[in-house]
């Protein structure tokens, strides 16, 4: 039985939040500390305004930088194995 059901019950692998206009804090800073809390694994920030993808992992039960590109570059799940993305295919 996975997590959905009629409803969410556990923790997903990844969450991935595209950052709204004039949303930043609440969509990074308000959200950030309830992934942490439930100790989701990696957390994805997509910044479409800056073309930045940044992911973040649990260590010690706090995020910390994993991956990140900026307008190129590519950024590297650590919980899907094999999922590299180039940011120039997000927003090219």
Same mark, same amino acid.
């Given at each position: 039985?996975?997590?959905?059901?009629?409803?969410?019950?556990?923790?997903?692998?990844? %969450?991935?939040?595209?950052?709204?206009?004039?949303?930043?804090?609440?969509?990074?800073? %308000?959200?950030?500390?309830?992934?942490?809390?439930?100790?989701?694994? @990696?957390?994805?920030?997509?910044?479409? @305004?800056?073309?930045?993808? @940044?992911?973040?992992?649990? @260590?010690?039960?706090?995020y910390?930088?994993?991956?990140?590109?900026?307008?190129e570059? %590519? %950024?590297?799940?650590?919980?899907?194995?094999?999922?590299?993305?180039?940011?120039?295919?997000?927003?090219?």
């Amino acid at each position: 039985m996975g997590i959905f059901q009629d409803w969410i019950c556990g923790v997903p692998d990844m %969450v991935c939040e595209i950052v709204s206009p004039g949303r930043y804090e609440k969509d990074t800073e %308000v959200k950030r500390a309830i992934y942490e809390k439930y100790k989701v694994p @990696e957390y994805w920030v997509v910044i479409p @305004e800056l073309q930045m993808v @940044e992911i973040l992992t649990i @260590e010690n039960d706090r995020y910390r930088k994993y991956s990140i590109a900026e307008l190129e570059g %590519v %950024v590297t799940s650590k919980v899907i194995e094999g999922l590299i993305i180039d940011v120039k295919d997000i927003f090219g």
